[in-house]
């Protein structure tokens, strides 16, 4: 176990990323138990922009080897969502007159992640040929879309392949308080148990 690989420069986490990605244990989902393939790729907030690139550089090194990613970015698949629906305009127009409360809870009916949101990424997944998920914007879709409600609800579309998060907080374990995600290591998203932290796996 890798314990401290999550605070290492973010080029030697790259490395660690590709290895563990890119390798046959992770690909076939061995040593999981029964639980699902879900992956945390935790980063500290600030170093938004160097994940982006990071990911990005990933997906490039990982297909030149033959591993397909999916990308799917929560804010950009919200937008898709609400011009599908044909309410993105409506939702620009009435943006500057309501509360944020109000928007938030506009935006949370919307895109529901039961409703809505997972059935989108239902669809983009039955629509790619792909060996590893990648769900990216977290930050972004926060509050209306919380990352744990969005794990939740892809359990049973999501577990043939694995899937790695990238998420600007901090996902801990403990034997006290379980598991929990910490969004930009300040607000408590919720407890979630059933996803590794890509960091402390093995190549």
Not at 12 to 22: D, G, T, Y
Not at 38 to 61: A, G, H, N, S, Y
Not at 87 to 94: C, D, H, K, R, Y
Request: charged letters at 25%; one cysteine or more; glycine letters at 6%.
């Amino acid at each position: 176990m890798i314990s401290d690989m999550d605070t290492r420069p973010i080029q030697e986490r790259f490395q660690h990323l590709l290895a563990v990605i890119s390798g046959q244990r992770f690909l076939k989902k061995q040593g999981l138990g029964n639980e699902v393939p879900f992956f945390i790729c935790p980063f500290k907030p600030e170093e938004d922009v160097e994940m982006e690139r990071i990911q990005r550089q990933l997906v490039t090194q990982l297909e030149q080897v033959g591993v397909r990613v999916l990308e799917i970015n929560l804010y950009d698949l919200s937008v898709e969502i609400l011009k599908s629906r044909g309410i993105w305009e409506q939702v620009l127009a009435v943006e500057p007159t309501i509360s944020k409360d109000e928007l938030k809870e506009l935006l949370q009916g919307v895109l529901d992640p039961e409703a809505h949101l997972i059935p989108a990424i239902a669809g983009k997944i039955r629509d790619a040929e792909f060996d590893v998920m990648f769900l990216a914007g977290v930050g972004e879709v926060f509050p209306y879309i919380r990352s744990h409600n969005v794990l939740n609800n892809l359990q049973s579309t999501a577990k043939e392949k694995p899937t790695v998060m990238f998420f600007p907080g901090k996902y801990t374990h403990s034997i006290e308080s379980g598991a929990s995600l910490d969004l930009f290591g300040k607000l408590h998203d919720d407890k979630y148990y059933r996803a590794f932290n890509i960091f402390h796996c093995e190549a």
